[in-house]
């Protein structure tokens, strides 16, 4: 049984930074390819940055250069570091992955995943 556990969200001021953690628990080999989304209130859920199969990351326009998306291989847990946060990033983010090494995933890939984290609340204030 796999279990995804998000945590780092919170309360921050604009300008201020923020790092969510996705561990991965369970009987795997490693984080094939991952995603963060988010959605916030009323919104429709969107993809913030992904990772690939061979490590690329992608980022959507909103964030890129604030946002930083890497890895802890030997602890099966992906980061999101969050820096010079805005009130429009307040959201509940969510960390979805793949743990199927027998599919490539490259970074033009814009699919969801199997597994999804419960969320984290990030909420910035002005």
């Known amino acids: 049984q796999v279990q995804l556990v998000e945590s780092g969200g919170g309360l921050v001021q604009a300008g201020g930074s923020l790092r969510l953690s996705c561990a991965v628990f369970?009987?795997?080999?490693?984080?094939?390819?991952m995603g963060w989304y988010r959605q916030a209130p009323g919104k429709q859920r969107e993809r913030v940055g992904s990772l690939s199969s061979g490590g690329d990351t992608k980022y959507a326009d909103s964030v890129k250069g604030r946002f930083t998306i890497s890895r802890d291989n030997a602890k099966n847990t992906v980061f999101l570091q969050m820096n010079s946060l805005k009130p429009e990033d307040t959201a509940v983010y969510y960390c979805?992955?793949?743990?199927?090494?027998?599919?490539?995933?490259?970074?033009?890939?814009?699919?969801?995943?199997?597994?999804w984290g419960q969320g984290t609340q990030v909420t910035v204030s002005s």
């Open positions: 979805n992955v793949d743990l199927d090494d027998s599919t490539y995933y490259a970074g033009s890939y814009e699919g969801y995943y199997d597994y």
């Open positions: 369970g009987s795997i080999s490693r984080i094939n390819a």
